[in-house]
């Protein structure tokens, strides 16, 4: 089914709408939650808070990708539960990946309105609109969707250590980039 006639369930508020979202994309929104949450109980608790979500917002929304749409959502419930889960605890995984980007991009305290935390995300969209898609693809895996660099290499058919070179030298190009712009100091 394609993700136009599935949009139509949901603002038709049929029921069906969920389980041709789960049939499409539900191999991809279950490996974006588990790529955050260690537990299979969080990430199906995840996916259906999902599922959830995508049904109270559509409509209004009429989201251009809903791939992208519903994994978003779930990238944002399984980051609060992993907040939640691990106050005190590491997620080796998840963990690794925002250490990574943390020297490039400001702290949390820094960007302290949504102005700031706006612009912040304009400007890695800007930049990632300028570096190749290679880069770019990897980039997005890791931090975004929190792949982890073993399954980046395995999409890309290229091997770790040139995935782990491609992010060292993103994040480097990022830091500058962010610089630049004035928005890290």
């Known amino acids: ?11 038709e508020r049929s029921e069906q709408a969920i389980a041709e979202l789960e049939r499409k994309y539900g191999a991809a929104v279950r490996k ?3 790529n955050i949450l260690s537990s299979r109980q969080d990430v199906e608790e995840c996916v259906n808070d999902a599922y959830l979500g995508a049904w109270n917002t559509i409509p209004p929304q009429r989201p251009e990708h809903l791939i992208s749409y519903v994994c978003r ?18 997620n080796s995984q998840y963990d690794l990946a925002l250490d990574e980007l943390e020297e490039c991009i400001p ?18 969209s800007r930049f990632l609109d300028t570096i190749e ?25 290229l091997d770790r250590h040139r995935i782990s070179v491609h992010l060292f030298r993103t994040r480097e190009k990022l830091a500058h980039y962010l610089e630049k712009e004035g928005l890290l100091t």
């Open 107 to 124: 702290s949390a305290v820094r960007v302290e309105t949504d102005y700031e935390a706006k612009e912040l995300s304009r400007a890695i």
């Open 32 to 34: 974006t939650a588990a």
């Open 1 to 11: 089914m394609e993700d136009s006639e599935i949009i139509a369930l949901f603002f």
């Open 133 to 157: 898609y290679e880069d770019r693809f990897c980039f997005v895996r890791r931090y975004w969707y929190a792949d982890s660099v073993s399954d980046i290499a395995a999409m890309t058919r």
């Open 73 to 90: 959502i779930a990238r944002n419930i399984a980051t609060s539960r992993f907040r939640g889960n691990t106050a005190k605890k590491r």
